[in-house]
């Protein structure tokens, strides 16, 4: 038997890396100036589209995802869909009896608005 | 377990439960991402709250995150993106063989994570001084039956934030004169259309409000407790974080803006109910970021301790298995704050 892998694993050059880090920091950077610029709604949208490229590339080249077994990018993406299940339901939920809901409000002495 | 047996037909590091070296090194890494998995379901429950929250109260997540400091939060953001890049680099060298390199990556992606924890700690230190401490004992926010709990803290609190907010319109007011984009025809679009939206449904209080805001002195009216809180309806996703779905009290801002164009949410703004909800962002940024900081420690920990056992020696190209899995912890501790970062600090 060997020692060594019979497949040998993906060893990242280091020029990968580096250009997956400078993707990261411009991608940084773009996120924190899109606030700079008010797209109305879409601000929130275009924060988390930048998030998710940023997971993705974290997640094929820093965590090898790219070169692995394929079977660990079904464990991680399917827990990303079970939270987004948790997440769209709850939301769903929580829009259908906000109104009903009575909510605490401060008195207006105390608020001293 | 580690001492190595020359007369063994396998290396010894190889459990005798497995059959290759390839075959546990894959089971390792599969056990791995199972856990990572659970810790994404439970980052889930706290970015679940806060969609929650964020989705009921727009403006009071518009008003708050002004407590927090864009350029702390986006430092450390770099912190913890290179702290990844040397970690990956680690593994590169583990792979490789060069001890030293995985030495020094180590030790860098440890002193990354100092870094980041040493900026969370100033940063949580500004909270308990400006009184948006977690929990009831230093939040002047934080309120039971209607009245706040800590009323002597509100008055400097609330200066506090509007001082922050001053200083960031100033900063959002000067890159847009820089970049020429309040002549842009796209924003005026943006804001044209936002404001015939909102027209409609608010005139009166579009009527009432441009008095207030011709007016010298203080441009918003300060009590809106007339305003019933906006509600959506079943709307879904889109409509519950739009702006325009907002309460009035956030179009109100809209319409009295800064020169610049874009809209902040002041405490005047808010009405008395959506005062009392404020407390609620700081309870949820002290438990995302919290648990992500408990992360971080735990984290370092591992680092260190496989630091410790690189600079013995114990690693090899054929054995690296606690280095790659110990660096995929790293890399998903860092996961989580690049959605953290945009969502606390860069709400809009």
Same mark, same amino acid.
């Given at each position: ?29 773009? &996120?924190?100036?899109? &606030? ?78 | ?287 995302? &970021? ?59």
């Amino acid at each position: 038997m060997s020692v060594h892998f019979e497949h040998e694993h993906h060893v990242s050059p280091i020029w990968q890396l580096a250009a997956v880090l400078a993707v990261l920091l411009i991608l940084t950077f773009i &996120t924190v100036a899109v &606030t700079w610029i008010d797209l109305g709604g879409l601000n929130i949208w275009v924060a988390l589209a930048v998030a998710v490229v940023k997971a993705a590339f974290v997640g094929l080249y820093f965590m090898h995802l790219r070169y692995d077994a394929p079977f660990n990018a079904v464990i991680l993406i399917a827990s990303l869909v079970f939270v987004s299940l948790f997440i769209g339901f709850s939301l769903i939920d929580t829009a259908a009896y906000q109104d009903q809901f009575e909510q605490p409000v401060i008195s207006s002495d105390a608020a001293g608005g | 377990m580690s001492t190595a047996n020359a007369d063994h037909d396998h290396p010894a590091h190889l459990a005798h439960h497995f059959d290759t070296v390839e075959q546990q090194f894959d089971s390792a890494k599969l056990g791995m991402w199972v856990f990572l998995a659970t810790e994404i379901l439970m980052f889930g429950g706290l970015f679940c709250a806060y969609a929650v929250y964020r989705g009921n109260h727009p403006e009071v997540f518009l008003y708050a995150h002004h407590f927090l400091d864009t350029f702390w939060g986006a430092f450390n953001t770099v912190v913890l993106l290179v702290s990844s890049f040397t970690m990956a680099w680690g593994v590169r060298a583990a792979q490789l063989g060069q001890k030293n390199i995985l030495v020094l990556m180590l030790l860098l992606t440890f002193l990354g994570g100092v870094g980041f924890m040493v900026v969370k700690a100033v940063e949580y230190y500004g909270k308990w001084e400006h009184a948006t401490f977690a929990g009831p004992w230093n939040n002047a926010f934080f309120n039971e039956d209607g009245q706040f709990v800590h009323p002597d803290k509100l008055e400097d609190t609330v200066a506090y934030g509007a001082k922050k907010m001053d200083k960031k319109a100033h900063a959002v007011a000067h890159v847009d004169e820089e970049l020429g984009l309040h002549d842009t025809d796209a924003e005026r679009l943006v804001e044209k259309e936002t404001q015939e939206e909102h027209a409609e449904q608010h005139e009166a209080a579009e009527a009432q409000d441009a008095a207030v805001a011709a007016a010298p002195g203080p441009p918003l009216p300060t009590d809106h407790s007339d305003f019933k809180p906006a509600h959506n309806g079943p709307g879904g996703l889109s409509d519950m974080f739009m702006e325009d779905g907002a309460a009035p009290e956030a179009f109100v801002a809209a319409a009295a803006a800064s020169a610049a164009g874009h809209t902040f949410v002041t405490w005047e703004d808010l009405d008395n109910r959506q005062k009392g909800l404020v407390s609620q962002f700081f309870q949820i940024y002290f438990m995302m &970021t919290g648990l992500h900081g408990l992360h971080v420690l735990i984290g370092m920990g591992l680092i260190g301790w496989i630091l410790f056992r690189a600079a013995m020696g114990a690693f090899s190209p054929a054995y690296f298995t606690p280095v790659d899995l110990v660096g995929l912890y790293w890399h998903l501790v860092d996961l989580i704050w690049i959605f953290l970062f945009p969502l606390l600090y860069l709400i809009h």
